[in-house]
């Protein structure tokens, strides 16, 4: 058993190992993989952690909804259009450290399965004049739902990316402790 920590809880749940798992030309171990309900993770059969691609290029492409893994050569190399975000490890998680968002300096850590951009009080009262932008309910990887406040950031930088106009919710959530 083990305690497995989503936006809106702290659930206790069973873990397994994985003796092998291969991705790109990788092959490793997983000591620790939790077990959760498909539905909570969008009918996945599985939801992979941030830290297994070390040392692999990792590539996004938002245009076609897809996730690439695989060596840099293998992926096409350097095409001058591609955006190389470096990432250090901090309590477990990957955390970008070059990241601000209008103006405010601030660590973003990466979650390409989270359903929203969830934002602690202090970055929301730190940033202070956003525009409204509703409200959000989101469902944690335990299943549990999380309502809050968001708000629209003008700009958000990680390292050379810009992005305009992102909606943030904000949450006093439990990974934020």
């Not at 909570?40 to 059969?45: F, L, S, V």
């Not at 050569?73 to 450290?97: F, H, W």
């Amino acid at each position: 058993p083990a305690t497995l920590v989503g936006m809106a809880s702290r659930r206790p749940v069973e873990v397994v190992s994985v003796d092998e798992f291969s991705l790109g030309s990788r092959s490793f171990t997983i000591r620790v993989a939790p077990l959760v309900e498909r539905a909570n993770i969008g009918g996945a059969d599985g939801n992979l952690g941030l830290d297994s691609p070390q040392r692999q290029r990792v590539l996004l492409d938002f245009e076609n909804n897809t996730m690439l893994v695989a060596d840099a050569d293998t992926l096409g190399g350097n095409g001058g259009y591609e955006i190389t975000v470096r990432a250090r490890r901090k309590l477990g998680q990957l955390i970008i450290s070059e990241a601000k968002i209008d103006g405010v300096r601030t660590a973003i850590v990466i979650d390409t399965g989270a359903s929203a951009s969830v934002g602690n009080p202090e970055l929301l009262r730190k940033l202070r004049r956003q525009r409204d932008g509703g409200t959000a309910l989101m469902t944690d990887i335990n299943g549990v739902d999380l309502e809050s406040d968001v708000r629209l950031a003008r700009e958000v930088r990680i390292g050379r990316l810009q992005i305009s106009n992102v909606a943030i919710a904000f949450a006093d959530a439990p990974p934020f402790h």
